[in-house]
């Protein structure tokens, strides 16, 4: 998916990966939400490489978020037999999986059409009974009805900005959701400020690892994603990484808000 003509990227760490001319891989909606004015670089616009990875690298992001598992106790907290989930962020299918067995009818909304493939691809071997829709969309703008779910439900997606979905995107969970139902946000980018629109925050414990298939992916993905953890990682051996170690928070919890009545 990267031009034949380009250096090779292999351990380029992602702040450095992308140039201004790979912007052009965004089409218009696409640009318009993650090209700020004045911030159309990825090398000084780390939201807009992410926004770049997940369109020219799909396979590399869902190597890393392969191996970031959730926290079984997040998954059995969540509801079962329901009849809508809506997912919003989808991305390769981290909490996807997850979730097709829960309600009668899934719908996951992912703006990234790569990503939208390899989930498709996933969703393909399966096995459930259950109907999935995979829908392009953005936080802001939802492709689903008023009330329509019991459960809406995004994974370290969401955050107080704009181009990740901010104010309006959280409006839109909340609209979506049915009275009655929950608006789940699971691995919370900021705690306060879901408090502040009346979220509950639950975390469950136990010391938790990045799990890697070997210790050379290990090594491999951390050039990437957590450059300055790679010697560490090289020294260390094996392929479990403390998230300790690489400095950031473990996918042990979540934000909810039941809608009222």
Not at 120 to 145: I, N
Request: hydrophobic letters at 40%; one cysteine or more; aromatic letters at 8%.
């Amino acid at each position: 998916m990267i031009p034949s003509e380009a250096p090779p990227l292999r351990g380029r760490e992602l702040r450095r990966r992308y140039t201004t001319a790979d912007v052009s891989v965004l089409d218009w909606e696409e640009a318009t939400r993650f090209v700020a004015s004045g911030a159309g670089d990825p090398q000084t616009n780390l939201n807009l490489a992410w926004q770049l990875l997940y369109r020219l690298e799909p396979e590399l992001y869902d190597r890393l978020a392969g191996a970031e598992r959730l926290h079984p106790g997040v998954i059995a907290w969540l509801p079962r037999n329901v009849e809508r989930i809506v997912e919003v962020g989808a991305g390769s299918g981290r909490l996807t999986l997850e979730l097709i067995d829960r309600a009668r009818e899934l719908v996951a909304v992912e703006p990234a059409a790569p990503l939208r493939q390899l989930l498709s691809q996933k969703l393909s071997l399966a096995d459930t009974r259950q109907e999935v829709r995979l829908m392009h969309g953005f936080f802001d703008d939802l492709p689903v009805t008023d009330d329509c779910a019991d459960l809406v439900v995004t994974c370290s997606a969401l955050t107080p900005a704009p181009c990740h979905g901010g104010e309006r995107g959280l409006a839109e969970m909340e609209r979506v959701c049915k009275p009655g139902g929950q608006v789940v946000i699971v691995w919370p980018n900021n705690v306060g400020w879901l408090a502040g629109h009346g979220y509950r925050y639950r975390s469950f414990v136990g010391e938790m690892c990045v799990e890697f298939s070997s210790h050379d992916e290990a090594a491999e993905v951390a050039e990437v994603f957590y450059p300055s953890a790679v010697a560490d990682i090289r020294r260390r051996g094996g392929s479990q990484v403390p998230y300790k170690l690489l400095g950031i928070n473990p996918p042990r919890d979540l934000a909810f808000k039941v809608m009222a009545r």
